[in-house]
């Protein structure tokens, strides 16, 4: 018996001019698993992360985020309520430090309202420096802890993926929408990111999903997988099944031969 | 790779119904209140029609520009008023100074603003693009001044006029003309349609539409962007300089500050059309113009004050950013 | 006139105070969080007028009725910014475009309520002369004697005087709120929707109310320089409130530069300087340009330093280079 999914969307569908991004696909991710989502590029895989992080609005279908309908409601909603995304091209604050970026994602601060710096000066110090500790110590982990007074803007490609996966930890989320986070980390640090990732599962029983390119990243550390092609789920399974799977070998290496080479750093 | 398909080919074809449907309800509106009205006045009511053919003619063809340029350099062109301003001065000297004749005129006002824009588009506004839309924005700002300020410099700041003769009326059946309005009504009656053909049938103007409406997927499909940014701003150009000649005419007379009020009219045709949609800017200047004539229709109940017709333009722009920021023949975009 | 005539630099000063205060609205809006408004001085002319039309033909007291012009602005920016702020920047450029046009157009045309052309004086119709400033007037007088009393100021009391120890406190006290809510966490909030909105709101943050925050409190502060400078003029027209205006608001942030809150008044002193200086520019070759196009070539700079410095340095003559370039 499986527990019921944290996230669920059911047929939803997407269309840009004439082209069907998602075709009635439908996905549910489990609490604490890690869920791969892969395919050929264009196969839709993050124009449904759009969907799923509210960040555009499905035409028809449903979505569930812990029980909960969530299909039209606005990102930041979503984000608050703890299913929080990174984008595929990291979307860092250029113009502000490293440590500013992090501390935007910090949580319950009051100083966010209106003038409320101003009237509640001392609840407000307060609060930024639990969260400036939290973001250093995120900082230490994703290795960034020396660049913390940097502008985001002088990271390289890579950084800017830490950057926004520290950040996004920041909002201390239940369930974590990766886009590529490999794409452009130096190996060894690549290495060193997956373990935090099945570390916080283990810790914190966060969940994951995540969209990657690099096969071998996708079977070591995935629960299920799930792969799309041409906006369509077209196979769902365990590591071990999709790898075997007729279809998926067929769209994908298709896919591959066409467009861009398995390994981490293609553009969608 | 997608296959790549061009626009449809004229903004009522398809499935746009609910743009049927709301045009269907304004005139099926303003029809009922012409019966029921006992004040109905069909010779006033044709007269403003060619008013409104008019003032709509000069947003339509200034609002394609400006929807063009948007839809390919992303600058919104707070000096496209002013584009209108040099056209009419343009015209000025051709027309006045120079002796020659209305459509001499009008044909030098449309090179001389086709080059101005060209030259703009060199010196200013390529070697700046990627500045963000706000950057470029307010340097076309900027532009503005220098053009408003400058004509007011070399031209004088006093008002000027077309040398044709102000006390002629032509009558069209019930319907009066000064000669100027009826120079206007024929350029917008010819010219309005040949910018829709030259859109619709040639390939540069099935590429500008392309590029307005999708720049990525034109260049994949190897439109040459450069190029074809070079012939909008000269499009744009031309059409201002027509525009700002019709301008001059409808008003009688113009001075160095003409283009500032009807500014926000054509951004407002260009929203009404869907920003980046040529054909949407054209119908949409049309529908604004008509509109904004028709309100004053006594028929319409009672009509409304004239100097309330940019209010009503003003308020169709908050509703319609309110309820369909794409415009009423666009289609939503992402992000 | 004479270059060092101290009245005139007085009035300098306290119009370069009322910019000041006029373009930190901007700053919010535009620099601190990315908001393009091309129309800001529709939020001075709407609180100078709701003012003015209160006082002059419903006798209200002025303290009451400067609260209203205030609240007006604010929910002028409402109607701007409910229908805009969901959608790209350019779509916010183009509404306050609109609503600055038709602000203007309606100070015009609806004479009966707004004087017209004329302005304030025509309020009351074209037989009796309206004004509004009875109560500020007698404010400035009572500083002016209280002045006049003290040794050291008795030398320079005067009405603009008077209204300096106004406008300029006010306008340092507005520029140190100001800088205390934007490094705040507030501040970074309207920074980070700057720098990049989606980011900002996936991290859980609500960016339209952010913006609408950042939007109402510029017309706010718009509204405040419209109070100020109508008090000071003493006579609200449709030509205060030009479009050429907000323009004047962006020059100064840009001259002042756009990263840095404290360079806004040195943006508005040496905007003041430029602007009001070019009267003294009467020789050769400018004495070939008769005061009336003199006028015009001041806008004709103010459009050409206004491309010059957003292609050459947008981030500001005192800003940052270096933070700006960063993409």
């Not at chain 1, 990766?178 to 029983?205: C, K, S």
């Not at chain 3, 609408?212 to 510029?218: E, I, K, R, S, Y």
Request: with cysteine; glycine share 10%; hydrophobic share 55%.
């Amino acid at each position: 018996m499986t527990p019921a999914p944290l996230l669920a969307a059911r047929d939803l569908r997407k269309r840009f001019g004439g082209v069907l991004a998602v075709n009635d696909a439908s996905i549910a991710v489990a609490p604490q698993s890690i869920t791969a989502l892969i395919g050929p590029n264009g196969a839709g895989k993050t124009t449904m992360f759009n969907l799923l992080s509210g960040f555009l609005r499905p035409e028809s279908g449903a979505i569930e985020f812990d029980g909960r309908r969530c299909e039209g409601q606005p990102s930041h909603a979503l984000a608050a309520a703890g299913l929080v995304r990174t984008f595929q091209i990291p979307r860092v604050l250029t113009r502000m430090t490293v440590l500013e970026n992090m501390m935007l994602a910090g949580t319950g601060q009051p100083g966010e309202a209106l003038g409320a710096a101003l009237i509640r000066p001392r609840r407000v110090a307060r609060r930024e420096n639990e969260i400036r500790a939290q973001a250093r110590e995120l900082l230490a982990l994703i290795r960034l802890d020396r660049l913390a007074g940097d502008y985001a803007g002088t990271l390289s490609g890579g950084q800017r993926k830490l950057l926004e996966f520290g950040r996004a930890l920041m909002t201390r989320p239940r369930l974590l929408l990766l886009d590529e986070p490999m794409a452009g980390v130096a190996p060894t640090l690549a290495l060193q990111l997956l373990e935090h990732i099945i570390d916080l599962r283990a810790t914190r029983g966060m969940t994951f999903l995540v969209i990657e390119h690099d096969m071998e990243m996708v079977m070591a550390i995935s629960d299920r997988i799930v792969v799309m092609d041409e906006g369509a789920v077209i196979a769902e399974g365990l590591p071990g099944e999709i790898q075997r799977n007729e279809r998926v070998i067929a769209a994908y290496l298709g896919g591959i031969d066409q467009s861009a080479p398995a390994v981490s750093g293609s553009r969608a | 790779m997608r296959t790549f398909a061009f626009p449809a080919e004229w903004p009522l074809a398809g499935k746009r119904r609910t743009t049927v449907g709301i045009v269907a309800a304004i005139v099926t509106l303003a029809l009922v209140a012409a019966v029921v009205s006992p004040r109905a006045d069909f010779a006033q009511f044709a007269q403003l029609v060619v008013n409104g053919v008019i003032t709509g003619s000069i947003l339509a063809l200034a609002g394609v520009g400006a929807t063009l340029i948007f839809g390919i350099q992303r600058i919104a062109n707070f000096a496209h008023g002013d584009f209108l301003t040099i056209g009419a001065y343009a015209a000025f000297v051709v027309n006045s100074l120079l002796g020659q004749n209305l459509a001499l005129a009008a044909v030098g006002a449309m090179a001389a603003v086709a080059l101005f824009a060209v030259v703009a588009h060199f010196v200013l506004f390529r070697p700046l693009r990627g500045r963000g839309t706000v950057a470029l924005a307010l340097i076309s700002v900027g532009l503005g001044l220098v053009i408003r300020n400058g004509i007011a410099i070399v031209a004088g700041s006093e008002i000027r006029r077309f040398q044709v003769s102000q006390s002629d009326v032509i009558e069209l059946g019930v319907v009066r003309l000064a000669p100027g309005q009826a120079v206007a009504i024929a350029v917008a009656v010819i010219v309005a349609p040949l910018v829709g053909l030259f859109l619709a049938r040639t390939r540069v103007g099935k590429r500008m539409r392309a590029v307005a409406d999708n720049r990525d997927l034109a260049a994949v499909a190897g439109i040459d962007i450069e190029r074809i940014a070079v012939y909008v701003w000269i499009l744009a150009g031309a059409l201002a300089g027509l525009a700002g000649v019709m301008l001059g005419l409808e008003q009688g007379t113009f001075d160095p500050n003409m283009g500032v009020g009807p500014l926000f009219l054509i951004f407002t045709a260009v929203v009404l059309g869907g920003i980046g949609s040529a054909y949407g800017a054209l119908f949409a200047g049309l529908a604004l113009g008509l509109a904004m004539e028709l309100s004053t229709w006594d028929g319409f109940f009672g009509g409304l004050d004239a100097k309330y017709k940019p209010v009503l333009a003003f308020v169709v722009l908050i509703l319609l950013l309110l309820y369909r920021p794409q415009g009423l023949l666009g289609r939503a975009r992402i992000l | 006139m004479d270059i060092f005539n101290v009245p005139f630099w007085t009035f300098v000063a306290v119009i370069a105070g009322i910019y000041t205060i006029f373009a930190l609205g901007l700053y919010v809006q535009y620099a601190l969080t990315g908001l393009p408004n091309f129309g800001h001085v529709a939020f001075a002319a709407l609180a100078a007028y709701t003012m003015a039309i209160l006082v002059i033909r419903f006798a209200s007291p002025m303290p009451l009725a400067a609260l209203a012009g205030l609240l007006v602005a604010v929910a002028f920016s409402f109607v701007l910014g409910i229908p805009t702020l969901r959608l790209r920047a350019d779509y916010l450029a183009i509404a306050t475009v609109a609503g600055g046009e038709i602000v203007r157009y309606l100070a015009l045309n609806l004479q009966g309520l707004t004087g017209g052309p004329l302005g304030s004086i025509g309020m009351l119709g074209p037989t009796k002369l309206a004004q509004y400033n009875g109560p500020w007037d007698a404010l400035i007088r009572r500083i002016v004697d209280a002045l006049k009393e003290s040794s050291i100021f008795a030398p320079v009391a005067s009405r603009d005087f008077a209204m300096l120890l106004i406008v300029w406190p006010l306008a340092l006290l507005l520029l140190l709120v100001f800088w205390l809510m934007a490094r705040s966490p507030w501040g970074r909030l309207m920074r980070a929707i700057r720098e990049d909105e989606a980011a900002a709101a996936a991290v859980g943050k609500n960016v339209f109310r952010a913006k609408m925050q950042a939007l109402a409190l510029g017309a706010l502060l718009g509204g405040l320089a419209g109070l100020l400078l109508a008090w000071q003029i003493g006579i609200v027209t449709p030509d205060d409130y030009q479009p050429t205006f907000t323009f004047y608001a962006y020059l100064i942030l840009i001259l002042g530069g756009t990263t840095r809150i404290w360079a806004i008044p040195f943006g508005a002193a040496l905007f003041g300087l430029l602007y009001s200086g070019t009267r003294f520019l009467n020789f050769f070759p400018l004495s070939l340009f008769d005061s009336g196009e003199r006028a015009y070539l001041r806008l004709l700079l103010v459009g050409l330093l206004l491309i010059v410095l957003m292609a050459v340095r947008p981030q500001g003559l005192l800003g940052n280079r270096r933070q700006l370039l960063l993409q």
